[in-house]
Structures are given as structure tokens and as C-alpha cells.
């Protein structure tokens, strides 16, 4: 069965279109990037997968059921950079709030079941020992590792990540997208991302998004793809093995 099954989707905000028809299938256990510049409806996406708004047009299958179906096992990774990192919570709390299910509220009292399951997944992703510290005093690397755990909690079969190396330095980078690969074995994995230097030795396939699906395939995107997801003339260039997008000069259409 297919991980995700999109059709025809078109998402509107009042008159602004954010999504225009698009058609899109992830194969279960595949390790996809959506790639596209601000505001190309990335995160409007992957909130239309988790089923926070409703499609205007068309539809979404998540393992062949309506996002909004209650057992869907999706896991949600956001821009740790819009995490609230003073609110006092320490990283053992915001781990355990992946095992809250439907219905249950913040201050619900977990099992001895619950507790040994997100202990034994902060070892995996080797972060236990900092169980008992603030978030606020993590690094950005430690903190994208405690919201992975969380969304591993819920024992998904399909992770999203929205821009899960913001901000972070090469090694931080380099160890999350190896850490996502060797979780790639067991599950799906959608990531928005603009790090295109660091993903390609990792993913199965890119989306390129901008409004419309551009491209869906393999990860070998040319000059052509790349000017029209970005609307301006972009040329991808490699320092070592790092390539970088370059915006060349260019007028603004009237």
C-alpha cells in the first residue's frame, strides 16, 4: 500500500491559492524532500497531510484513509525554531507528549509502558542523559533530536519534518539527515528542506514545489526544473561536495 496518495489537490486561503493541483504518490518506506522557495506552499502540504486543512479540491490518502482519521500513525516534526524554548518543560516531558493520544490532556499521567518506551528511544537517538535538562539550554542538534523523539513516540509509519536543519551547523546537519536515513529503514519520511547540500546522498526522490508540482522524481534536478520552481534564474554550483543555490541577477516582472 502506498504511504500517501495525493489527488488533484487544490488549497485555498479565502481567494489566495497555496496549492494548485496536485498529484503526487509516496511509496511506503520511501525518503522523499519537497524543495521550493518561501511561501510555495511546502507547509501547507505536509498541514494538508496531517489533515489540519481540509483540501479545497481533490483529496489525501494516508495508507489508504482520509488524513482526519483518528489512528493514522503520522509523526510530526516542526521548525524547531519555532519551538518555544523558555517554556519550563524538560526534555523527558516534551518526549512523553508524543504517547498522548486522542483525547487525553497535557497533565495526563503516563504508564510505567509509556516511560520505557520513550526511554528506549531517547538511547536510540542517544539523548537520554539529557532527559532531565531545560529545552532552553539544549543545542539546536540536541533540540531537533528531542522533537524527532517525540514524533517517533507516537510509533508512526509516516514522519514529516518541516526544515529539520535550520539554523544548524554542517556536523548537526549531517548527523540528522544520517540519522533519518537509518529510520528510513522502518518508515516513510517527508522532509521540507532548503539544505539541498546535504540531501542528496540520502533521499529516494525530491519534489519541487512552488504553488504547482514542478517535478517528482529522481533526485537529479537540471538549471531548467530550478528556474521555474523558483521563478528566477538559479544556478546550482559546488564548493567540494557541497553545491549551493545562486540566484543570478534578474528583473522583477511587471
Do not use: W
Amino acid at each position: 500500500m502506498n504511504a500517501v496518495e495525493i489527488e488533484n489537490l487544490s488549497v485555498y486561503y479565502e481567494n489566495v491559492n497555496a496549492l494548485e493541483n496536485i498529484n503526487i504518490t509516496v511509496k511506503d518506506k520511501e525518503f522523499i524532500a519537497i524543495l521550493g522557495p518561501n511561501g510555495g506552499g511546502k507547509t501547507t502540504l505536509l498541514n494538508a497531510i496531517l489533515g489540519l486543512i481540509k483540501p479545497s479540491l481533490g483529496q489525501i490518502k494516508v495508507y489508504g484513509k482520509d488524513p482526519s482519521y483518528k489512528k493514522n500513525s503520522i509523526g510530526y516534526v516542526p521548525q524547531f525554531t519555532k519551538f518555544e524554548k523558555t517554556f519550563p518543560i524538560d526534555v523527558i516531558d516534551v518526549v512523553l507528549t508524543g504517547r498522548l493520544k486522542f483525547g487525553m490532556n497535557f497533565f495526563h499521567k503516563y504508564s510505567k509502558e509509556d516511560v520505557e518506551f520513550a526511554k528506549n528511544i531517547m538511547d536510540m537517538l542517544e539523548i537520554y542523559e539529557l532527559k532531565d535538562r531545560q529545552i532552553g539550554q539544549l543545542s539546536g542538534g540536541q533540540m531537533q533530536r528531542v522533537l524527532i523523539a517525540r514524533a517517533l513516540c507516537t510509533e508512526p509509519k509516516l514522519l514529516l519534518l518541516d526544515e529539520p536543519t535550520a539554523s544548524l551547523d554542517i556536523q548537526s546537519k549531517t548527523s540528522i539527515y544520517s540519522l533519518l536515513k537509518e529510520l528510513n529503514k522502518n518508515i516513510t519520511i517527508l522532509v521540507v528542506t532548503h539544505d539541498t547540500g546535504f540531501i542528496y546522498s540520502y533521499i529516494d526522490k525530491i519534489a519541487c514545489l512552488n504553488k504547482k508540482l514542478f517535478y517528482h522524481g529522481e533526485p537529479e534536478l537540471d538549471k531548467n526544473i530550478m528556474d521555474k520552481v523558483y521563478g528566477c534564474p538559479v544556478d546550482v554550483i559546488a564548493h567540494g561536495n557541497i553545491p549551493h543555490r545562486v540566484f543570478r541577477s534578474h528583473q522583477e516582472e511587471s
